[in-house]
Nanobody, 121 residues
Framework: VQLQASGGGLVQAGGSLRLSCAASGRTFSNYIMGWFRQAPGKEREFVAAISLSGGSTYYTDSVKGRFTVSRDNANYTLYLQMNSLKPEDTAVYYC???????????????WGQGTQVTVSS
C-alpha cells in the first residue's frame, strides 16, 4: 500500500492542524493505521493508531485529550486532528500501515513520506 501524508505546517502554540494520509494500492480497511513522529535528534515515536474499522483508537499519553485519530475507509484516508498544539509537538509526522501486530511499535509494514509540523511558542 502507498501512503501520502499531508497537512503539516507552521502554527502558533495553542493552534490546530489536521493531517491527512491518503492510501492507495490495497484494500485500506484491511490495515491497522498509525501516526508516528520524529523530532530532530530523537527516535521515531508512536503518536496514535486506529483499528481496522475505526472502533478502537490508541494514543501516547502526551497527546491524549488533544489529538484525535480517525479513518474514512470508503475514501482510503487516515486523519489526525491536532488541537492545543505545543512547541514539543514539533516533528515530522509519518503515517503507517500494517496488517497485524502491535499498534505501538514502529514496525509497521508501510510508511508515508512524512509531513513537517512546526509549533512556535
Amino acid at each position: 500500500v502507498q501512503l501520502q501524508a499531508s497537512g503539516g505546517g507552521l502554527v502558533q502554540a495553542g493552534g490546530s492542524l489536521r493531517l491527512s494520509c491518503a492510501a492507495s494500492g490495497r484494500t485500506f480497511s484491511n490495515y491497522i493505521m498509525g501516526w508516528f513522529r520524529q523530532a530532530p535528534g530523537k527516535e521515531r515515536e508512536f503518536v496514535a493508531a486506529i483499528s481496522l474499522s475505526g472502533g478502537s483508537t490508541y494514543y501516547t499519553d502526551s497527546v491524549k485529550g488533544r489529538f484525535t485519530v480517525s479513518r474514512d475507509n470508503a475514501n482510503y484516508t487516515l486523519y489526525l486532528q491536532m488541537n492545543s498544539l505545543k512547541p514539543e509537538d514539533t516533528a515530522v509526522y509519518y503515517c503507517a500501515a500494517r496488517r497485524a501486530g502491535s499498534y505501538y511499535l514502529a514496525t509497521y509494514d508501510y510508511w508515508g513520506q512524512g509531513t513537517q509540523v512546526t509549533v512556535s511558542s
